[in-house]
């Protein structure tokens, strides 16, 4: 059974840092990219971080570039989301999925499993 399971998140002030992990399971790790996505009350779901299938380079949503940083640990079956520099508006959501289509990586669409998500709180 593919899980995924994200968790880290929590309350922190404005500036604050936080580092979600998504575990994964039941399939080989090293076959598919996993991809950080967030929704906030009212929007729709956004990537905010992934590993492009094109040059497998690192895609940051604008919002997010230069605070975020999206790693792995083959050894562990995780990757990692280092959030620094929290602002108000990174409240949301955040959840990791596994792209199982070859297109943007940014778009919810071409992921398949998706975790439970994390809920971040950024107070000001």
């Known amino acids: 059974e593919v899980q995924l399971v994200e968790s880290g998140g929590g309350l922190v002030q404005a500036g604050g840092s936080l580092r979600l992990s998504c575990a994964v399971s039941?399939?080989?790790?090293?076959?598919?990219?996993i991809g950080w996505f967030r929704q906030a009350p009212g929007k729709k779901r956004e990537g905010v971080s992934c590993?492009?299938?094109?040059?497998?380079?690192?895609y940051y949503a604008d919002s997010v570039k230069g605070r975020f940083t999206f790693s792995s640990d083959y050894a562990k079956n995780t990757v990692y989301l280092q959030m620094n520099s929290l602002k108000p508006e990174d409240t949301a959501i955040y959840y990791c999925?596994?792209?199982?289509?070859?297109?943007?990586?940014?778009?919810?669409?071409?992921?398949?499993?998706w975790g439970q998500g994390t809920q971040v709180t950024v107070s000001s």
């Open positions: 999925a596994r792209q199982y289509y070859s297109g943007s990586c940014y778009y919810p669409n071409s992921y398949d499993y």
């Open positions: 039941g399939y080989t790790f090293e076959a598919y990219r």
């Open positions: 590993i492009r299938s094109t040059d497998g380079s690192t």
